[in-house]
């Protein structure tokens, strides 16, 4: 399959601090989670596939065209979805004006088919109800639909998500799920997220990040078979464990390297990404 | 073309107009000041219309602000194209702002009109250039206020800070009030250099420090 975007050695540093560090990912259609900690370089490298900061080195296409083109970006961002980490609105527009608004700069000019572009992409996030309502009287949750209707203006063939769960309560939750889900069939979709379980639930593809380098790379049963034979379940804390827990039911849950004879018990993606983040290096208690 | 007709009202509305009032009233009441002295003469009057031209200047540097700036990251429709409709939407308002100004000076005390006029345009092309400057240099959304704050204290060191030789600040009858004015129109010129520069978005990035591991 064709990759829709197809990354080569990116970097990129904030003053001495390498954010990305030689990040080459080939992307195709259907959704991509992107996972990692804090500071791992998830928005970084988020952004710089977004074309809203460049990188300082390395190469990419999308959908065919190199931004490292003014005439390339110009072509990317034409077929492109941006949802930022903290989409930013003006409060005073209705859900419609402002989608009509991005719908604008996307170049839509044509007035009639752009009001019913912006209808179809606010009735596709289950905002049609509310479209004339301003947006400071929306909820948490309406608002980053109002966010990722603007990025699915147009049909873009590549859609960038950055942390759109978060913040959102389980209800909402499930209701994102479902939208992504529906938005990456036929489009490629990045979905950075710290939610194992809309990678668990989404992606077909998932990617590990830390400390600007990719460390995972792989489907969601391969994550998880990284912990396997990992797992172990014991009546006290194992102290050998990188990571231990007590459950519900009383007993502890570890998950590193077991002693002999460990209860082993099967692993979760979680336990697969923890020890991901483990084997690169990585403080698993803070991850 | 039609683009630019379709962002009009929108853009029209997003624009900081609690900011440029505030300033435009702040600066109207100084200037009117020489109207309400009865000592007022030319040089009080000068003053008088630099000090508005700053709170007006102050008013400007939110008008680049966008709250959505990072939702519309990654729009074809690019940054210098939307912050020049932004200005040239500003523009008759900070003309008419400008002559209502100098209107209120009255007749007999009015500084030259052209002169007064570049001093005004530079202090506002600064404050546009250090405002498109903080969106080009920082991830800020809305740096406005952090501009306005740069803005007034550059005015006040430079009242205080720069050197004769080069002064900028001189009365309309000292003899350099002409090379003054030649060295206005350099800031001016500068401005608008740093204004050019700073609006188009880069295709990369330029690298001053050596990096080191995340």
Known sequence: MTPTVSAEGLSLHYGGTRALDDVSLRLTRGVTGLLGPNGAGKTTLLRVLATAVPADRGAFTVLGNDPGTARGRQE?????GYLPQTPGFHPDFTAFEFVDYVAILKELTDRGARHREVR?????????????????????????????????VG?????????????????????FRELIARAGEGRTVLLSTHQTEDVAMLCHRVVVMAGGRIRFDGTPAELTAVAAGRVWNSAERDPG?????RTGTGSFRNVGNPPAGADLTDPTLED????TLD????????? | MRLTGALLVPVLRTLPWRALGAAGAV??????????????????ALNLLRAAALAFALGLAFVLDDPARHTTAAVPTRR??????????????????????????????RPPVGDVTLEAGAAFTLALAAASAAIRLTQAAEPGQAVAGAVLTTAVLGLLLWPGRWELFVGTQDPKWAAAHDRWGMVLVGAVVVWGVCGPEPLRRRVFLKPTRA
């Open chain 2, 80 to 109: 210098p194209a939307r912050h020049a409709l932004r200005v040239a939407l500003v523009a008759p308002v900070t003309a008419a702002w400008w002559t209502a100004a100098l209107l209120l000076v009255p007749d007999g005390i």
């Open chain 1, 76 to 80: 990317v961002r034409r077929r492109l």
């Open chain 1, 120 to 152: 179809r992409v606010l009735d596709e996030v289950d905002l049609g109800d509310v479209r004339g309502k301003r947006i400071k009287k929306l909820s948490g949750g309406m608002r980053q639909r109002v966010a990722l209707a603007a990025s699915l």
């Open chain 1, 155 to 175: 049909d873009p063939g590549f859609l960038v998500l950055d942390e759109p769960t978060v913040g959102l309560d389980p209800e909402q939750r499930m209701r």
């Open chain 2, 27 to 44: 600066g109207l009441l100084i200037v009117s000041m020489a109207r309400l002295t009865d000592e007022a003469d030319e040089m009080l």
């Open chain 1, 241 to 245: 464990a990188k990571a231990g827990w």
């Open chain 1, 272 to 275: 697969g990404y923890l020890l």
């Open chain 1, 279 to 287: 084997d690169a290096g990585v403080e698993v208690a803070a991850a």
